[in-house]
Each structure stands twice: as C-alpha cells, then as structure tokens.
C-alpha cells in the first residue's frame, strides 16, 4: 500500500477531543504541518456547534461560555499555530502498513474521501481516534408500539432546532434524563413547545445535577423516575406516548400506565463511542466502555493509536475531554518523536472493583507516566457519604471521602509518580467503600 | 382508458406490471402510499423459500419453486441483492424428525432439487451457533434470501421504464364495472377506467375482489413481528434457521440478511385491523425466547430496530391467482402470504400470460428487460471507490456514516424512474438510516438532499405517508 500523503500525526475528528489534542502535539514540539485534523463536517467543532448553551469552560478558561464559543477558543488555537484541517472529509478506513514513516514509525494507512481531492490514502505515523460518541436509538431501545414520524434522538432534535431553525414537534415526551436530554427540555419549552414530561428508567437521573435544576425545575417540567415507554400510538406522527412506573427489575408495573398526548418523543437513552473505525483497525475495545483500553498515554493496543473524548469514554464535562485530549496530544507528540522508545518497563495494572464499572487509564507504565496521573471512573449507583478507596496490591493506600456519587458524573483520582515507585505498586485497585450509616439507591 | 390496472405497488402488482410492459399496452399501477413496497413487501423475512413448505398442487407450491428458480436470473437482470444462502428446518426430537420427513418428501414431489435430511452433529458442525438441542434437520441447498425493498424497487423501476404509470397517494376507494371495462374511483377524487384490473392489494385484496365478484373471499391479516440487528453479527449464522412449521406458519426464523444484519422473527397472529403495524413487548419477547430456542447465545444487545408486517391470509390458505369466474377482466393476486416474495416474479409471469390469453397484445421490440442498480459506496472495493468519487463528487459526501451512503447515492435514489420522495424511500434504496444509529445523525442532512432535488420545503418532507410530517414549523413560530 502506497500513501498519496504523509503526516507525522493523524488526527480523526475535529471537535473538542481532536482540536486539544492537535494543540498539545503542537506545543510539544510536532511541527504544525506534520499534523492533520481530518473532520468529515463543513466546520470544526464537532457537536459544540450544537451545543449553544452555556456552561462550558468553567474548569478550562474559569468563565461560562456556549458550546460554540469554546469550541472557537480551540480552533483559533489550532490556527494560530498552522495546524492544517482537512473539512468535509470522511476517514472510512484505518489499517497498519509495515513500512516505516519518516519518523520511523510504523506507518498506519487512512483512506479518506472528500469532494474535492476525491478518494485518497494518508500515511500517518500516529493516529488520535477522536471521532466522539453517538445516541442510542429507539430501536435499541425496544419499546414498542408505532414507528411514526416524530420520534428522534434528542441530538438530532438539538440539530433541527438549533442549526437549522426548525421544530421538530410542538409537544413532547422525552425519555431519558442524560444531559442531552435534560437541556433539550429547556431548549424546546424556550422555543415554543411544550415538554410533557421526562421519563427516566433508573431511579436517578444520569445528567448532571445543575441540568436537573435549571432545565427542568426552573421550567415546572416533571421528572418521571423509575419509569419508562411501554407504547407509542399514531400511525404517521407521534399522536401519544404511553408511560408505566417500572420495578425493581426495571420492567413495567402494570396498571401503572399513564397516557400523554403529544407529536414527538425525544430519546436521551444514553451514548455510544463510535468505534467502527477503531474496530476495523484491530484496536482492542472495552466492553464496558465501548471505547478503546488504553494505557497512561491513552495509547491503544496499537503502538501509535492513541484515543481522547468520547471515543474513549463518554465524559460529562467537555473540559475533562480537552484535559485528557491534551493528554493524547502530548503522548502522541512523544511517540512520533523517539525514535527508540522501547515498549518495555513495569506495567501497573487498574482494576476496578466494588461500585466502580471502569477507569481510564486501564494499565500504567511508571516510566512513562507523568509525574500526576489522573484516573478517571464512573460508579454504577448513587451514593451517599462514601468513600473511593484506593488500594495498592491489596493495601489501602487513600480514602476519599465524598457526599455524594452518581453514575451521570465521571470521578477522578489522582496519583503521584513518587508514590507509586515508593510503594513499587503492581496492581491499583479503585472501589467504592460505603459508610454505615450510608444510603445507597439503584442497582 | 387503460388497457390494464394495477391496484397496489408491492412486490406482486410490480412483478405484474413489469412482465405486462413486455407487449404493446398501457398499463398503470394506483398505490394509496407515497411509494412503491409500503405494505407487506416491506416487512417480511426477505427469504427465497425453497418450495418444500407448501402442499403439492397449490398455487403456494407452483409458484414458490417456479419463482425460487427464477429469482436468480432475475437478480442479474434487474440488479438487486440475491444470495443463495441455503436453509435448514431443524428439528429437536422425533416428532420433529418424522415432520422433516414429510416435508423432505413433499419438497421432492414440488420439485425441489437438492433436500437432505441431516443429524444433529453435521448441523452443528455447518452453523455452530445453534442450540446443542437440535437433533436433526432439513438442508435446502436451494433456500436463499433477497432484499424485498431493492427487488420490488427494481421492478417497479424497469416496469416504469418500459411504459407503465405510476399513481402513488391514489387510494382506491370504488371500483365497478362500465360496460366490458371498469372505472376506479379514488380516494382525491381520481377516476380510472380501464379493460383490465389486476387486484393485487395485499390485506385489502378481499375488498375490492368483493367488489366485483359474488365468489366472497375472506383476508385476514396475520400479524408477524420482528427484531433486527446490527451488521456487527454477520457471520452469526449464514443459512436461514427455520423451525418446525406449525398450522399458523413457519414458525420464528433466525437468517441474515443480504446485507450482513442478522433477523429474528416472525411472531404469527391474527388479528381484525389492516392497518396494526405496531410491535408489543409480548411479541417482541416472544420472537427472542423462540429464536433463543434455536440458537444459543443469541446477540440480544445488537438490536437496532423492531418492525411488525401484516401477511395478507385467505380463508382456503392458499394463493387466490387468475381471472375472477365471474367477472371476466378481474384478475386476483390475492392471499399472497409467504412465500409470496419469493413466488412473485413467477405470479407476474404467471397473470401477464392470462392477461394476454383474454387481451391479446404485440411483444414490444424495444423493451429492455435490464436494469441497473445504484453503485453502491459501502460494497465498492478502493478503486472502485475512487472511479465512484472520480466520475460524480458527490459520493464522496458521506451522508449516513453507519451505512456508508453518499450524496451521490441518495440523489440517484430520489432522481431514478419511481423515485423516492420520503426518507424511507430513500433508506429502502440506498440503505440511508438502516444501520446502527437508524438516521439519528443523517436525518437532517437526507431532509436537505430531498427538499433540494424536489424543489419543496424541508417542511414538505415526509418519513412515509403524507402525515408523517419531520418538522412542525420554525422555532418560536408556536409562541404569540
């Protein structure tokens, strides 16, 4: 296989993920023109365009901005520093070659296919996968009933309303209480239409508790907890959409049923990493995730693919993405530019336990390791006034105590280099360790 | 005046209407949807049965082998997606065994080429997947599987080409005799007449047979739901995993599709309502506990959609084909159930023939009997890609990423003879919004496509009948 364009790093995906991570190649030494932002949008930004409320960038520039706003904060920033993008330009396939690049890598292949430069080969020696995430569908969903018009993905809903202008219905139900769904709440009561209710499955939301409180409460607009979809009526468009309280086991009570009449229902059922890609290339998937395991660098299973946002993992706030794309950016930087990096060394491995589904990183080579090495996880329930143990090979190492955990919001525990070559550390393990006296709601 | 009729543009009034274009006539086809394949030719297994099911001397059984041994050909000759995939009726004890049997010998006299009757271990060993249980079953080397939505498209389209009209949103609302003919009255107020009328309606065949003959006839609508998964299971099994038949049908199935997905279903009941589309949680856990009896580990997490067809079943249970006894001119395609799919191009052959025994019509010299399929991105290898992206930009514009479908596809798709004009018409061409996201991301990119080549508002623009409406208006249009 020949490539009809070379580059140091190849970076999938123009939006938050991608955009930090080009950045952070850039200020670690890659010449900006040795890097290649491939986004398959007319613009940079990825969803951020959408996203025109505020809120974003708190922890990055400490000032509320819209998603647009922070999103133009990367793309200058990627200007500035020449980094080039390649617009409107879809990467349909990655594959390794077994020749080495200019920077004595091996070289992975990218077919790419745009309407000016047609379909073409790219030769890169590192590859940032950040192409993101997308929203699961009614379908994989099964609720039953009608499959009219009016049922969308609460992503979509946001697209129609906020690009294009257009209302994708006058009233709604929405099932599914993540942020997208929560904050399209609000944006569709704002424009004009009325939101019925929002129904959600487990017995507490997965968005983030400001969301809650100013999309909704603000708004008079019912959370429906422990409840879900058990039919949709209306051959053509949505004409109502039944809802039941579920149990324990999350299935129906019957006789609970309770009937809205309405034209949509919009559906924020949770999101996907889209890893097709990724998968096609060999990359090693985490079931739990459905993102790449990776290590310390956020390097795949693949010498030389890295992996930073939602396409690793889905984060709840975009600056931990910008943080760990920085992070991506920076490991990629240095993979392209040692020329003898061994891949050997002492690996520690991250296990998850008791609360905790999964952390990012999965393994951590000391020798590569920065000197703070931030672990982030999520928890599989709420809880109340519980700790996040940290253990080393079996001992306990830290407890942190905190008021509350919830699986809409990802956790983080930071751990210094020094201590874990003191400790001389072969296994982490995180969990979650409940106080007495502590409450603990959902499964 | 028309010398012929078609009411209803599903896979049998289209393979009519294709072979009725072969001579001198005109001919129109009148559908009540806003496209071709809206009713039971949209929502079935998409196999091509082998012919072992049916009773020896029905029309089921003449038709479904007739048409097995065409389908080939014909997906040469008209470009849709064929594959001989094979089929298996597996059994799970002796009972079953002596009902394979009986259907091995029933094949054999319907003329099916081809059947054996395995043990247990050599199934296990062609599909690994299925339940440790089974202990026998029947190979059909003949069994295949076709894309219902390309082949009723293909055909409509070659009809459309070879001169016969299409009348979509025409809903049929009278039909009665006038003089040797018939007029046909519409819905909006159309009125049609016409020598001939080929009634292929699907559930609603019974009505307008009853509209002209004394001869009643009775269609019930059998309800079939299913589940379909993500492409992500290709490979799960490769020949279509039949069970055992039982009176009300051929029992919950578990194939792929051409496409790489893998289907389960059909669930089989009857039900009063021509128009109950809607899946149920019951039917739905119903189709994942039969299938799970057939093979293990079903991928129960990579659904990605559900869909409910209607099978359109006659009272006799079998195919209602031919000229009405006592209403010359009125030709029945009725009761076309499974393996209706599978028997249409031999239906078409079939009433095009009788048709032309009462109105005898000139072969035309200029027809073309071939068509060509959309080039498609997704099964195109690099350099097929690359001349794809040389000769029209637009297949570079990846629309759905899912599927991989481009500009270049949709707007083929839409610009076509019959031609799709919603979103659903665009995804059963060109697959837009069939893969794992199920148009969550290309929705609004389709709209646009479509809202341009038609020169309508995005406003206009519809998933599938005239009242499924995508958007209701611009934002703050509802605040005064």
């Known amino acids: 296989m020949t490539a009809d364009r070379e580059v140091k790093i190849a970076i999938i995906g123009g939006g938050p993920a991608g955009l930090a991570a080009a950045v952070s190649a850039a200020e670690s030494g890659v010449s900006p023109e040795d890097i290649l932002i491939i986004e398959r949008d007319h613009v940079p930004g990825g969803i951020l365009n959408q996203c025109i409320h505020n809120g974003f960038g708190l922890h990055t520039f400490r000032e509320e901005l819209t998603g647009p706003e922070y999103a133009g904060r990367f793309v200058d920033m990627a200007k500035e520093r020449g980094i080039p993008f390649l617009l409107d330009t879809m990467a349909v396939d990655i594959s390794r070659g077994e020749t080495a690049g200019a920077a004595g890598k091996e070289l992975k292949y990218l077919s790419v296919m745009n309407r000016e430069d047609g379909f073409f080969t790219i030769g890169a020696s590192a590859v940032v996968l950040a192409m993101g995430c997308r929203e699961r569908p009614r379908g994989a969903l099964n609720i039953p009933g009608f499959r009219p018009a009016g049922i969308y993905t609460a992503g979509t809903a946001q697209r129609f309303v906020n690009i294009e202008g257009r209302m994708p219905g006058r009233e709604a139900v929405i099932l599914g209480s993540g942020d997208i769904g929560l904050i399209m709440a609000r944006r569709m009561t704002l424009e004009g239409a009325k939101v019925r209710a929002v129904v959600e499955l487990m017995p507490y939301s997965g968005g983030l508790k400001r969301n809650i409180v100013q999309c909704l409460d603000d708004f008079g607009i019912p959370l429906k907890l422990s409840h879900t979809v058990v039919d949709i009526r209306g051959r053509e ?94 490991c990629s930087a240095a993979y392209v530019m040692n020329p003898a990096e061994s891949r050997g060394g002492r690996t520690v491995s991250v296990r998850c336990r008791y609360g905790v589904r999964y952390t990012v990183p999965a393994s951590i080579r000391t020798e590569y390791m920065a000197e703070r ?43 210094g280099k020094s201590d874990m070559e003191a400790a001389g550390v072969s296994e982490i393990t995180i969990r979650i360790e409940e106080e007495p006296q502590g409450t603990r709601q959902g499964v | 005046m028309y010398d012929v009729i078609i009411i209803g543009a599903g896979v049998t009034g289209c393979a009519v209407a294709r072979e009725l274009a072969r001579r001198e006539r005109s001919v129109a086809v009148l559908e009540r949807g806003l496209d071709v394949c809206e009713g039971t030719s949209k929502a079935n297994s998409g196999i091509v049965h082998a012919g072992h099911d049916a009773h020896p001397g029905t029309w089921k059984a ?385 709209m646009e496509i479509l809202a341009r080549e038609l020169g309508v508002e995005e406003e206009a623009i519809v998933k599938s009948g005239p009242g499924a409406r995508l958007l209701t208006g611009y934002t703050k249009s509802n605040i005064s």
Request: glycine share 10%; charged share 25%.
């Open chain 2, 62 to 446: 003449r038709f479904n082998v007739e048409g097995s041994l065409l389908m080939e050909e014909l997906s040469k000759e008209l470009d849709f997606p064929y594959r001989r995939n094979t089929s298996l009726v597996i059994g799970f004890d002796e009972e079953d065994r002596r009902t394979l049997e009986g259907l091995l010998a029933q094949g054999l006299e319907n003329g099916v080429k081809g059947l054996e009757l395995w043990d247990g271990s050599r199934v296990r060993e062609k599909e690994p997947q299925l339940s440790d249980a089974v202990t026998c079953a029947l190979y059909c080397p003949t069994g295949g599987i076709v894309d219902p939505f390309l082949l009723t498209v293909a055909l409509a389209e070659n009809a459309c080409v070879g001169g016969v009209s299409f009348f979509f949103g025409e809903e049929v609302t009278e039909l009665c005799r006038a003089g040797e003919g018939f007029v046909l009255k519409t819905a909006r107020g159309g009125s049609y007449e016409t020598r001939a009328v080929v009634n292929a309606a699907g559930v609603y065949a019974d009505v307008f047979h009853n509209m002209v003959s004394e001869d009643k006839v009775h269609i019930t609508p059998r309800k079939g739901e299913y589940l379909l998964m993500d492409k992500k299971t290709t490979g799960f099994v490769n020949a279509t995993i039949f069970q055992c038949p039982t009176k009300m049908g051929k029992g919950i199935l578990v194939t792929p599709t051409v496409h790489g997905n893998l289907l389960l279903g059909p669930t089989s009941e009857d039900i009063a309502d021509k128009e109950n589309t809607e899946t149920t949680a019951a039917g739905l856990e119903e189709v994942l506990a039969k299938a799970g009896l057939s093979a293990k580990e079903l991928p129960v997490r990579q659904v990605i959609t559900s869909f409910t067809g209607l099978r359109a079943h006659s009272d006799n249970g079998d195919f209602i084909v031919g000229e009405a006894a006592d209403c010359p001119g009125f030709f029945d395609a009725a009761g076309i159930e499974s393996p209706g799919l599978t028997s249409a191009p031999a239906i078409g052959r079939y009433l095009a023939e009788r048709i032309n025994e009462r109105f005898p019509a000139p072969e035309k010299t200029d027809f073309i009997a071939v068509r060509k399929g959309i080039p498609c991105m997704a099964d195109a290898d690099p350099e097929e890609r690359k001349r794809l992206v040389a000769e029209n930009p637009l297949y570079a514009n990846v629309v759905c990423r899912c599927e991989l479908v481009t500009e270049g596809e949709i707007v083929e798709a839409i610009r076509r003879p019959v031609g799709a004009k919603t979103l659903d018409g665009i995804k059963r061409r060109v697959r837009a919004g069939m893969g794992r996201c199920q148009a969550g991301f290309c929705t609004p990119k389709q």
């Open chain 1, 237 to 330: 468009r949505v004409e109502a959409v039944t809802i039941a309280e579920v149990g324990p086991d999350r299935r129906p009570i019957p006789g609970t049923e309770e009937t809205f009449a309405c034209d949509t229902l919009l559906l924020s059922c949770g999101l996907i990493p889209e890893n097709e890609l990724s998968h096609g290339l060999g990359v090693e998937l985490s079931g739990v995730t459905g993102g790449p395991v990776v290590n310390e660098s956020l390097e795949t299973n693949i010498p030389g693919v890295f992996a930073c946002g939602n396409v690793l993992h889905v984060h709840d706030l975009v600056d931990y993405v910008s943080e760990e794309a920085g992070t991506a950016g920076r």
């Open chain 1, 373 to 415: 090495q931030i672990i982030r996880f999520r928890v599989g329930a709420v809880y109340r006034d519980a700790c996040v143990a940290v253990d080393f090979d079996g001992k306990a190492f830290r407890r942190q105590k905190k008021r509350i955990l919830a699986p809409g919001e990802m956790e983080q525990v930071v751990l």
